[in-house]
């Protein structure tokens, strides 16, 4: 299965400013998703990251505040904009398998504190 | 939406004693997936479920795909130290290829093993 680099594992960030996450697979994968998962809960989508085309957000995820960019078939990216301590949670990226048999792989994570 | 009910929330057993959880849905899915999470980790795949009825084990796990596509559960025999963390369910509306459907997460299971 893919092996995802995510960068950076953690960051403590003023509110208002903006933290772009970087998520790099180790080969070409057509579905990269966003995920963030807040204290003690479960994994949430975000959206979906397709190559060549923008992103497809989830219900109570806009673009002005998680702006997307995914440049080729092993690399995204995620900015969280503008942010407010409500924004503190983990971020993760994961891709979809590219073969029969295999679940989605996850990083392992970007935990984001906003003070 | 879906929303998947995963239980218990949380389990506090002793080394050796073996381990139950499930999952259960509004509506179906066509693939079952059973994750676990490490503090500071993303979730890795523990199993994968593709058929209804299905019953796969993998080393002490051993994970079922209901008949009616809106439930699993997941065993773990024998349990030691290192099971200690979060598992969650996952359902998935398309299964296998380079087809994809978004995962839907349950609230996970966190488990604590006494040595």
């Known amino acids: 299965s893919a092996v995802i680099s995510q960068k950076p594992s953690r960051d403590i960030c003023q509110r208002g400013t903006s933290l772009t996450i970087q998520c790099q697979v180790d080969?070409?994968?057509?579905?990269m998703f966003w995920y963030r998962q807040q204290p003690g809960q479960s994994l949430t989508l975000i959206a979906t990251a397709n190559q060549g085309s923008e992103a497809t957000y989830e219900s109570g995820f806009v673009i002005d505040k998680f702006p997307i960019s995914r440049p080729n078939l092993t690399f995204s990216t995620l900015t969280v904009s503008n942010m407010s301590p409500e924004d503190s949670s983990i971020y993760l990226c994961?891709?979809?398998?590219?073969?029969?048999?295999?679940?989605?792989?996850f990083g392992s994570g970007t935990r984001l504190t906003v003070v | 939406g879906q929303q998947l009910n995963q239980s218990p929330q949380s389990m506090f057993i002793q080394e050796g004693e073996d381990v139950s959880m499930n999952c259960t849905s509004s509506?179906?899915?066509?693939?079952w997936l059973w994750y676990k999470q490490d503090p500071g980790e993303g979730p890795v795949l523990l199993i994968a479920?593709?058929?209804?009825?299905e019953l796969t084990s993998n080393g002490r796990l051993t994970a079922q795909f209901g008949i009616t596509r809106k439930d699993s559960f997941l065993n773990i025999s024998a349990s030691i130290p290192s099971d200690v963390g979060i598992y969650f369910c996952?359902?998935?509306?398309?299964?296998?290829?380079?087809?994809?459907?978004?995962?839907?997460f349950g609230q996970g299971t966190i488990l604590t093993v006494h040595p």
């Open positions: 994961s891709v979809a398998p590219g073969q029969l048999d295999y679940g989605y792989t």
């Open positions: 080969s070409q994968v057509t579905m």
């Open positions: 509506s179906i899915f066509n693939t």
């Open positions: 996952a359902g998935q509306l398309y299964a296998g290829g380079t087809s994809y459907g978004k995962l839907t």
């Open positions: 479920l593709y058929k209804a009825g």
